[in-house]
């Protein structure tokens, strides 16, 4: 059964750093578009960041640019979401998707992580 678990939330002051962790039992994972979105109380899911390697790539929402950033470890099966600089409108809970590059059907998601500023 395939699944993706985030770890990594929790209760942070404005200005500091989470690093959120999605590990995933699917293979190849390498070939799996990785990507972060997040849901704020109240607001629609947005995208965070995206990781791809087919072609290498990354994308961030202009709301985390230069204060986020997206990595990956294929032989672990884990992505990595290193937020600094946290405001308190980045309070939300934060998921991770897996999509099969080439074929939309294989999508996963994981149950979510809290990640709340505030001071």
């Known amino acids: 059964q395939v699944q993706l678990v985030e770890s990594g939330g929790g209760l942070v002051q404005p200005g500091g750093s989470l690093r959120l962790s999605c590990t995933a039992s699917i293979f190849p994972f390498h070939l799996y578009r990785v990507s972060w979105y997040r849901r704020a109380p109240g607001k629609e899911r947005e995208l965070v960041a995206v990781i791809s390697n087919v072609p290498a790539s990354t994308h961030y929402a202009d709301a985390v640019k230069g204060r986020f950033t997206i990595s990956r470890e294929n032989a672990k099966n884990t992505v990595y979401l290193q937020m600094n600089s946290l405001k308190s409108e980045d309070t939300a809970v934060y998921y991770c998707?897996?999509?099969?590059?080439?074929?939309?059907?294989?999508?996963?998601w994981g149950q979510g992580t809290q990640v709340t500023v505030s001071s």
């Open positions: 998707n897996a999509r099969y590059i080439g074929n939309d059907a294989l999508d996963y």
